[in-house]
């Protein structure tokens, strides 16, 4: 098998090409060669092979040979660190398995050691000793060295002293822990990364240990999650040096077609074994279906070919071109020029934001955007959205309000010395919850309107937006709160073609983005000396 396989990928060229040739794995005492004989006489109670044989295919072997024979002098292990990040149903969970048997009852054991499988869900992480109980139950002579104790999720090795574990996310019982052996299931799916860090750091206490992260590509650019998958990407380029990190990512290229079969083939190695998996025809049926529905073609590259994606499964628009209109600003020196202020207010306990598009020369516009929450519920808000609000707070993207709401009197202040600064055309409101600090603008004298958040106000605003984007006339400086929000923009469109944000199918918070399209928006149409009425989509006020 191992030799059809050789010969069936030796055309293909891609990073994970050592997984499938014949190059040469140090193997300096022979621990690979021992893991791998190990792991070949276990048994699988779904194995099709002669005897339940457990089916190590060659991906698989030569990944094993290079974490456990790869060592120092000392017999220690060089790689600390594997990332394997593989779409569903290329058997990652089959194979951490094999890795906790050989870790906990087999040749690479320790006494006493601890051995885990730790994900976002109970349900996940026992995924894990589901199959360890399985291998074990499996063949008579590991069954008999092991005690099973399935309502707890635990495997033990009693002659040891050795026993496995599976955890969800509970980070309180994980920080005495010292584990010898981690698995960490669909890293992509923890809503925080408590966890994770409290194994890794656990990982630390000891010699020779070893982290096995196994994932499908996921969704975000501010999880924990991605900060470890870019790592893994930066490592596997070569820009940054740890030869204790083995990254090994299948994923397809940004100029891949999701509907070549040989893209699939790259990005999923049990393709190339025989037989072969995942589902060949279930792909083929998905893609068929995602050909007519966008959402379910993002979920395919997603799943299958490791396209991480940045925010919203359907996103509004291509982040990569919002990162074109990156260009810096200098607020001080574009002070007296005409601007236009959109204000979404929050119901104080979440994300308010204030934003403001300053018209410079050429045609462009400088989009500042701040965005305020309580202090009292930044971390929670952040362990909530999976964001890091304490770091936006500390680069000064996120005004911090003293409590737990928002202080709508920092707010203000915050609008009225936009309003002195520029020559304020106007300040728009989403007027829900806002009528009050709408008044109290207006007896200042300021150009306050509202904004009412319906598809025949949002229509034109969308669209100047996005001409403005896609004509890089925007300057909104890499503010990353406001990418974050961007990204999780869904657009409702209604029969008409209308459009305007869907907050109930964003993928996350979208308020820093609701306010860019506004005062963008505003800032186009006052350029051109429309008013907000003129501006709306006459269509979408006679349904």
């Avoid at 929050?346 to 403001?356: C, E, F, P």
């Amino acid at each position: 098998m191992a030799k059809e396989e050789k010969t069936k990928t030796s055309a293909i060229s891609d990073p994970n090409a050592w997984l499938f040739d014949d190059s040469p794995i140090p193997d300096p005492q022979g621990k690979g060669e021992r893991a791998v004989r190990f792991i070949k006489a276990l048994r699988h109670p779904k194995s099709t092979a002669k005897g339940g044989a457990f089916q190590l295919d060659y991906w698989m072997e030569r990944l094993t040979r290079r974490v456990f024979g790869d060592v120092r002098e000392d017999g220690q292990r060089k790689i600390k660190t594997v990332f394997l990040m593989v779409g569903r149903g290329n058997r990652k969970t089959t194979l951490a398995g094999a890795w906790a048997a050989l870790m906990t009852a087999g040749p690479e054991r320790v006494p006493n050691g601890r051995t885990y499988s730790i994900a976002n869900s109970r349900e996940q992480s026992a995924l894990t000793f589901d199959e360890l109980a399985g291998i074990c139950r499996a063949h008579p002579t590991l069954l008999e060295a092991t005690h099973i104790q399935d309502a707890l999720k635990r495997v033990s090795h009693p002659k040891s002293g050795n026993r496995f574990a599976a955890l969800s996310n509970e980070a309180k019982t994980a920080h005495g822990l010292t584990p010898q052996f981690c698995f960490a299931d669909e890293l992509h799916e923890f809503s925080k990364s408590d966890l994770y860090d409290a194994m890794s750091t656990g990982l630390n206490k000891s010699a020779n240990t070893l982290m096995f992260i196994g994932t499908t590509a996921g969704v975000g650019v501010t999880t924990a999650a991605y900060n470890v998958y870019e790592y893994a990407t930066r490592v596997a380029s070569g820009a940054v040096l740890d030869a204790a990190f083995l990254p090994v990512i299948f994923a397809m290229d940004k100029d891949d077609d999701y509907r070549d079969e040989s893209v699939w083939l790259k990005t999923n190695p049990g393709l190339r074994c025989t037989p072969a998996y995942p589902d060949l025809d279930g792909m083929r049926k998905f893609v068929r279906e995602a050909e007519h529905r966008p959402a379910s073609r993002e979920v395919f590259k997603r799943l299958h070919l490791g396209q991480w994606l940045d925010g919203a499964a359907e996103p509004a628009w291509d982040m990569a071109i919002w990162d074109e209109n990156a260009g810096a600003y200098d607020l001080e020196a574009l002070e007296g020029r005409r601007a236009w202020i959109a204000v979404d207010l929050s119901k104080r306990i979440d994300l308010t934001a204030v934003g403001i598009a300053i018209e410079m020369d050429h045609g462009q516009f400088a989009l500042h955007v701040q965005s305020f929450a309580p202090a009292g519920g930044i971390r929670r808000r952040g362990d909530n959205d999976n964001v890091p609000y304490s770091l936006w707070r500390d680069q000064g993207f996120l005004t911090e309000c003293p409590g737990d709401i928002v202080d709508l009197g920092i707010v203000e202040d915050y609008i009225r010395n936009l309003a002195k600064r520029f020559d304020c055309q106007e300040i728009c409101f989403d007027k829900w919850s806002a009528r009050a600090t709408m008044e109290s603008l207006e007896a200042e004298g300021l150009p306050v309107a509202e904004f009412p958040q319906t598809v025949a106000t949002y229509t034109k605003p969308c669209a100047d937006f996005e001409d403005a984007m896609f004509n890089r006339r925007l300057c909104h400086g890499g503010n990353p709160l406001l990418r974050w929000a961007v990204g999780n923009v869904v657009l409702y469109v209604d029969g008409a073609g209308n459009r305007k944000p869907a907050r109930d199918k964003s993928a996350d918070r979208i308020d820093p983005a609701c306010v860019t399209i506004m005062c963008v928006g505003r800032a186009m149409a006052g350029a051109s000396g429309l008013s907000m009425y003129e501006t709306a989509s006459k269509d979408a006020f006679f349904f």
